[in-house]
């Protein structure tokens, strides 16, 4: 499995504003408190008390405050207004990838115990994950069409718990193990079950491996052609960045 570093795939170069410059503009305001309703604040420059960095649709936000706190968002607008972001988030940003494979896996075990290995404060709310050490870290690149279906068995499969139909992301922790292998383990081993049937159920294409503990999902392998192609768009990307 190719990887680059988040450095390698970053296209992000934003800018700081201060909204107060522009009191009585509006804008969408991707804020780490809105981060829980999952919809930006809409707001006025006069309201707005620090200077903010601007963002885009597909943006991928990884929020720098307490890691141990899975916090990464997709920016999307909602409205007609400016985006703008806090500085509490690093921004990722990349043309040729898909956001929410990149959202998935920034919300992974395995980075999350890479972005809580090296924070800066103490204790709790005071630590920060630290942008410079961030953009060293790994990111699996898989050819776009395995991007798409990652996300979409995330998007598209809900499983039944309690009576409600749940995003399987919020019942179980999502990984990608490896070039082709996206795992599923579910906190609760009783909706082992249940997420295979879902994921049958739905049209992704792929026949769930349930070993008692971790449902794996295979993708198959690309040809030889599209494994030449995705070496090309591999060294491209770290050519954008």
């Known amino acids: 499995m190719a990887k680059l570093t988040v450095a390698d795939i970053n296209q992000y170069s934003g800018t700081t504003i201060n909204p107060l410059d522009n009191p009585d503009e509006v804008y969408e305001l991707y804020s780490v408190p809105s981060f829980d309703s999952q919809y930006p604040e809409i707001i006025k420059g006069s309201e707005i008390g620090s200077s903010k960095i601007t963002v885009e649709d597909g943006d991928v936000l990884v ?3 307490n890691p141990r706190i899975n916090r990464v968002w ?6 007609d207004h400016p985006l703008l972001a806090s500085s509490e988030w690093i921004v990722v940003r990349n043309s040729k990838m898909n956001s929410n494979y990149l959202k998935w896996y920034f919300s992974s075990p395995t980075f999350r ?11 709790g709310s005071l630590t920060r994950a630290q942008p410079k050490q961030v953009a060293k870290y790994p990111v699996p690149i898989v050819d776009i069409c395995e991007q798409r279906r990652t996300a979409a068995v995330l998007d598209k499969v809900s499983v039944d718990y309690y009576g409600a139909p749940t995003p399987i992301q919020q019942v179980a922790s999502v990984a990608v193990a490896e070039a082709r292998t996206l795992t599923i383990t579910p906190w ?12 049958m159920a739905s049209d992704v294409g792929i026949n769930p491996i349930d070993d008692g503990q971790t449902i794996r999902l295979n993708f198959p392998a690309p040809t030889e052609e599209r494994r030449k ?11 954008d960045a």
């Open 188 to 199: 609760d081993r009783t909706l082992l079950r249940p997420i295979s049937k879902a994921i």
């Open 229 to 239: 192609q995705l070496a090309k768009e591999v060294s491209k990307l770290g050519e």
């Open 63 to 65: 929020c720098k405050i």
């Open 113 to 123: 115990n890479l972005l809580v290995s090296q924070v800066a404060g103490i204790g």
């Open 74 to 79: 997709v920016v999307k607008h909602h409205t």
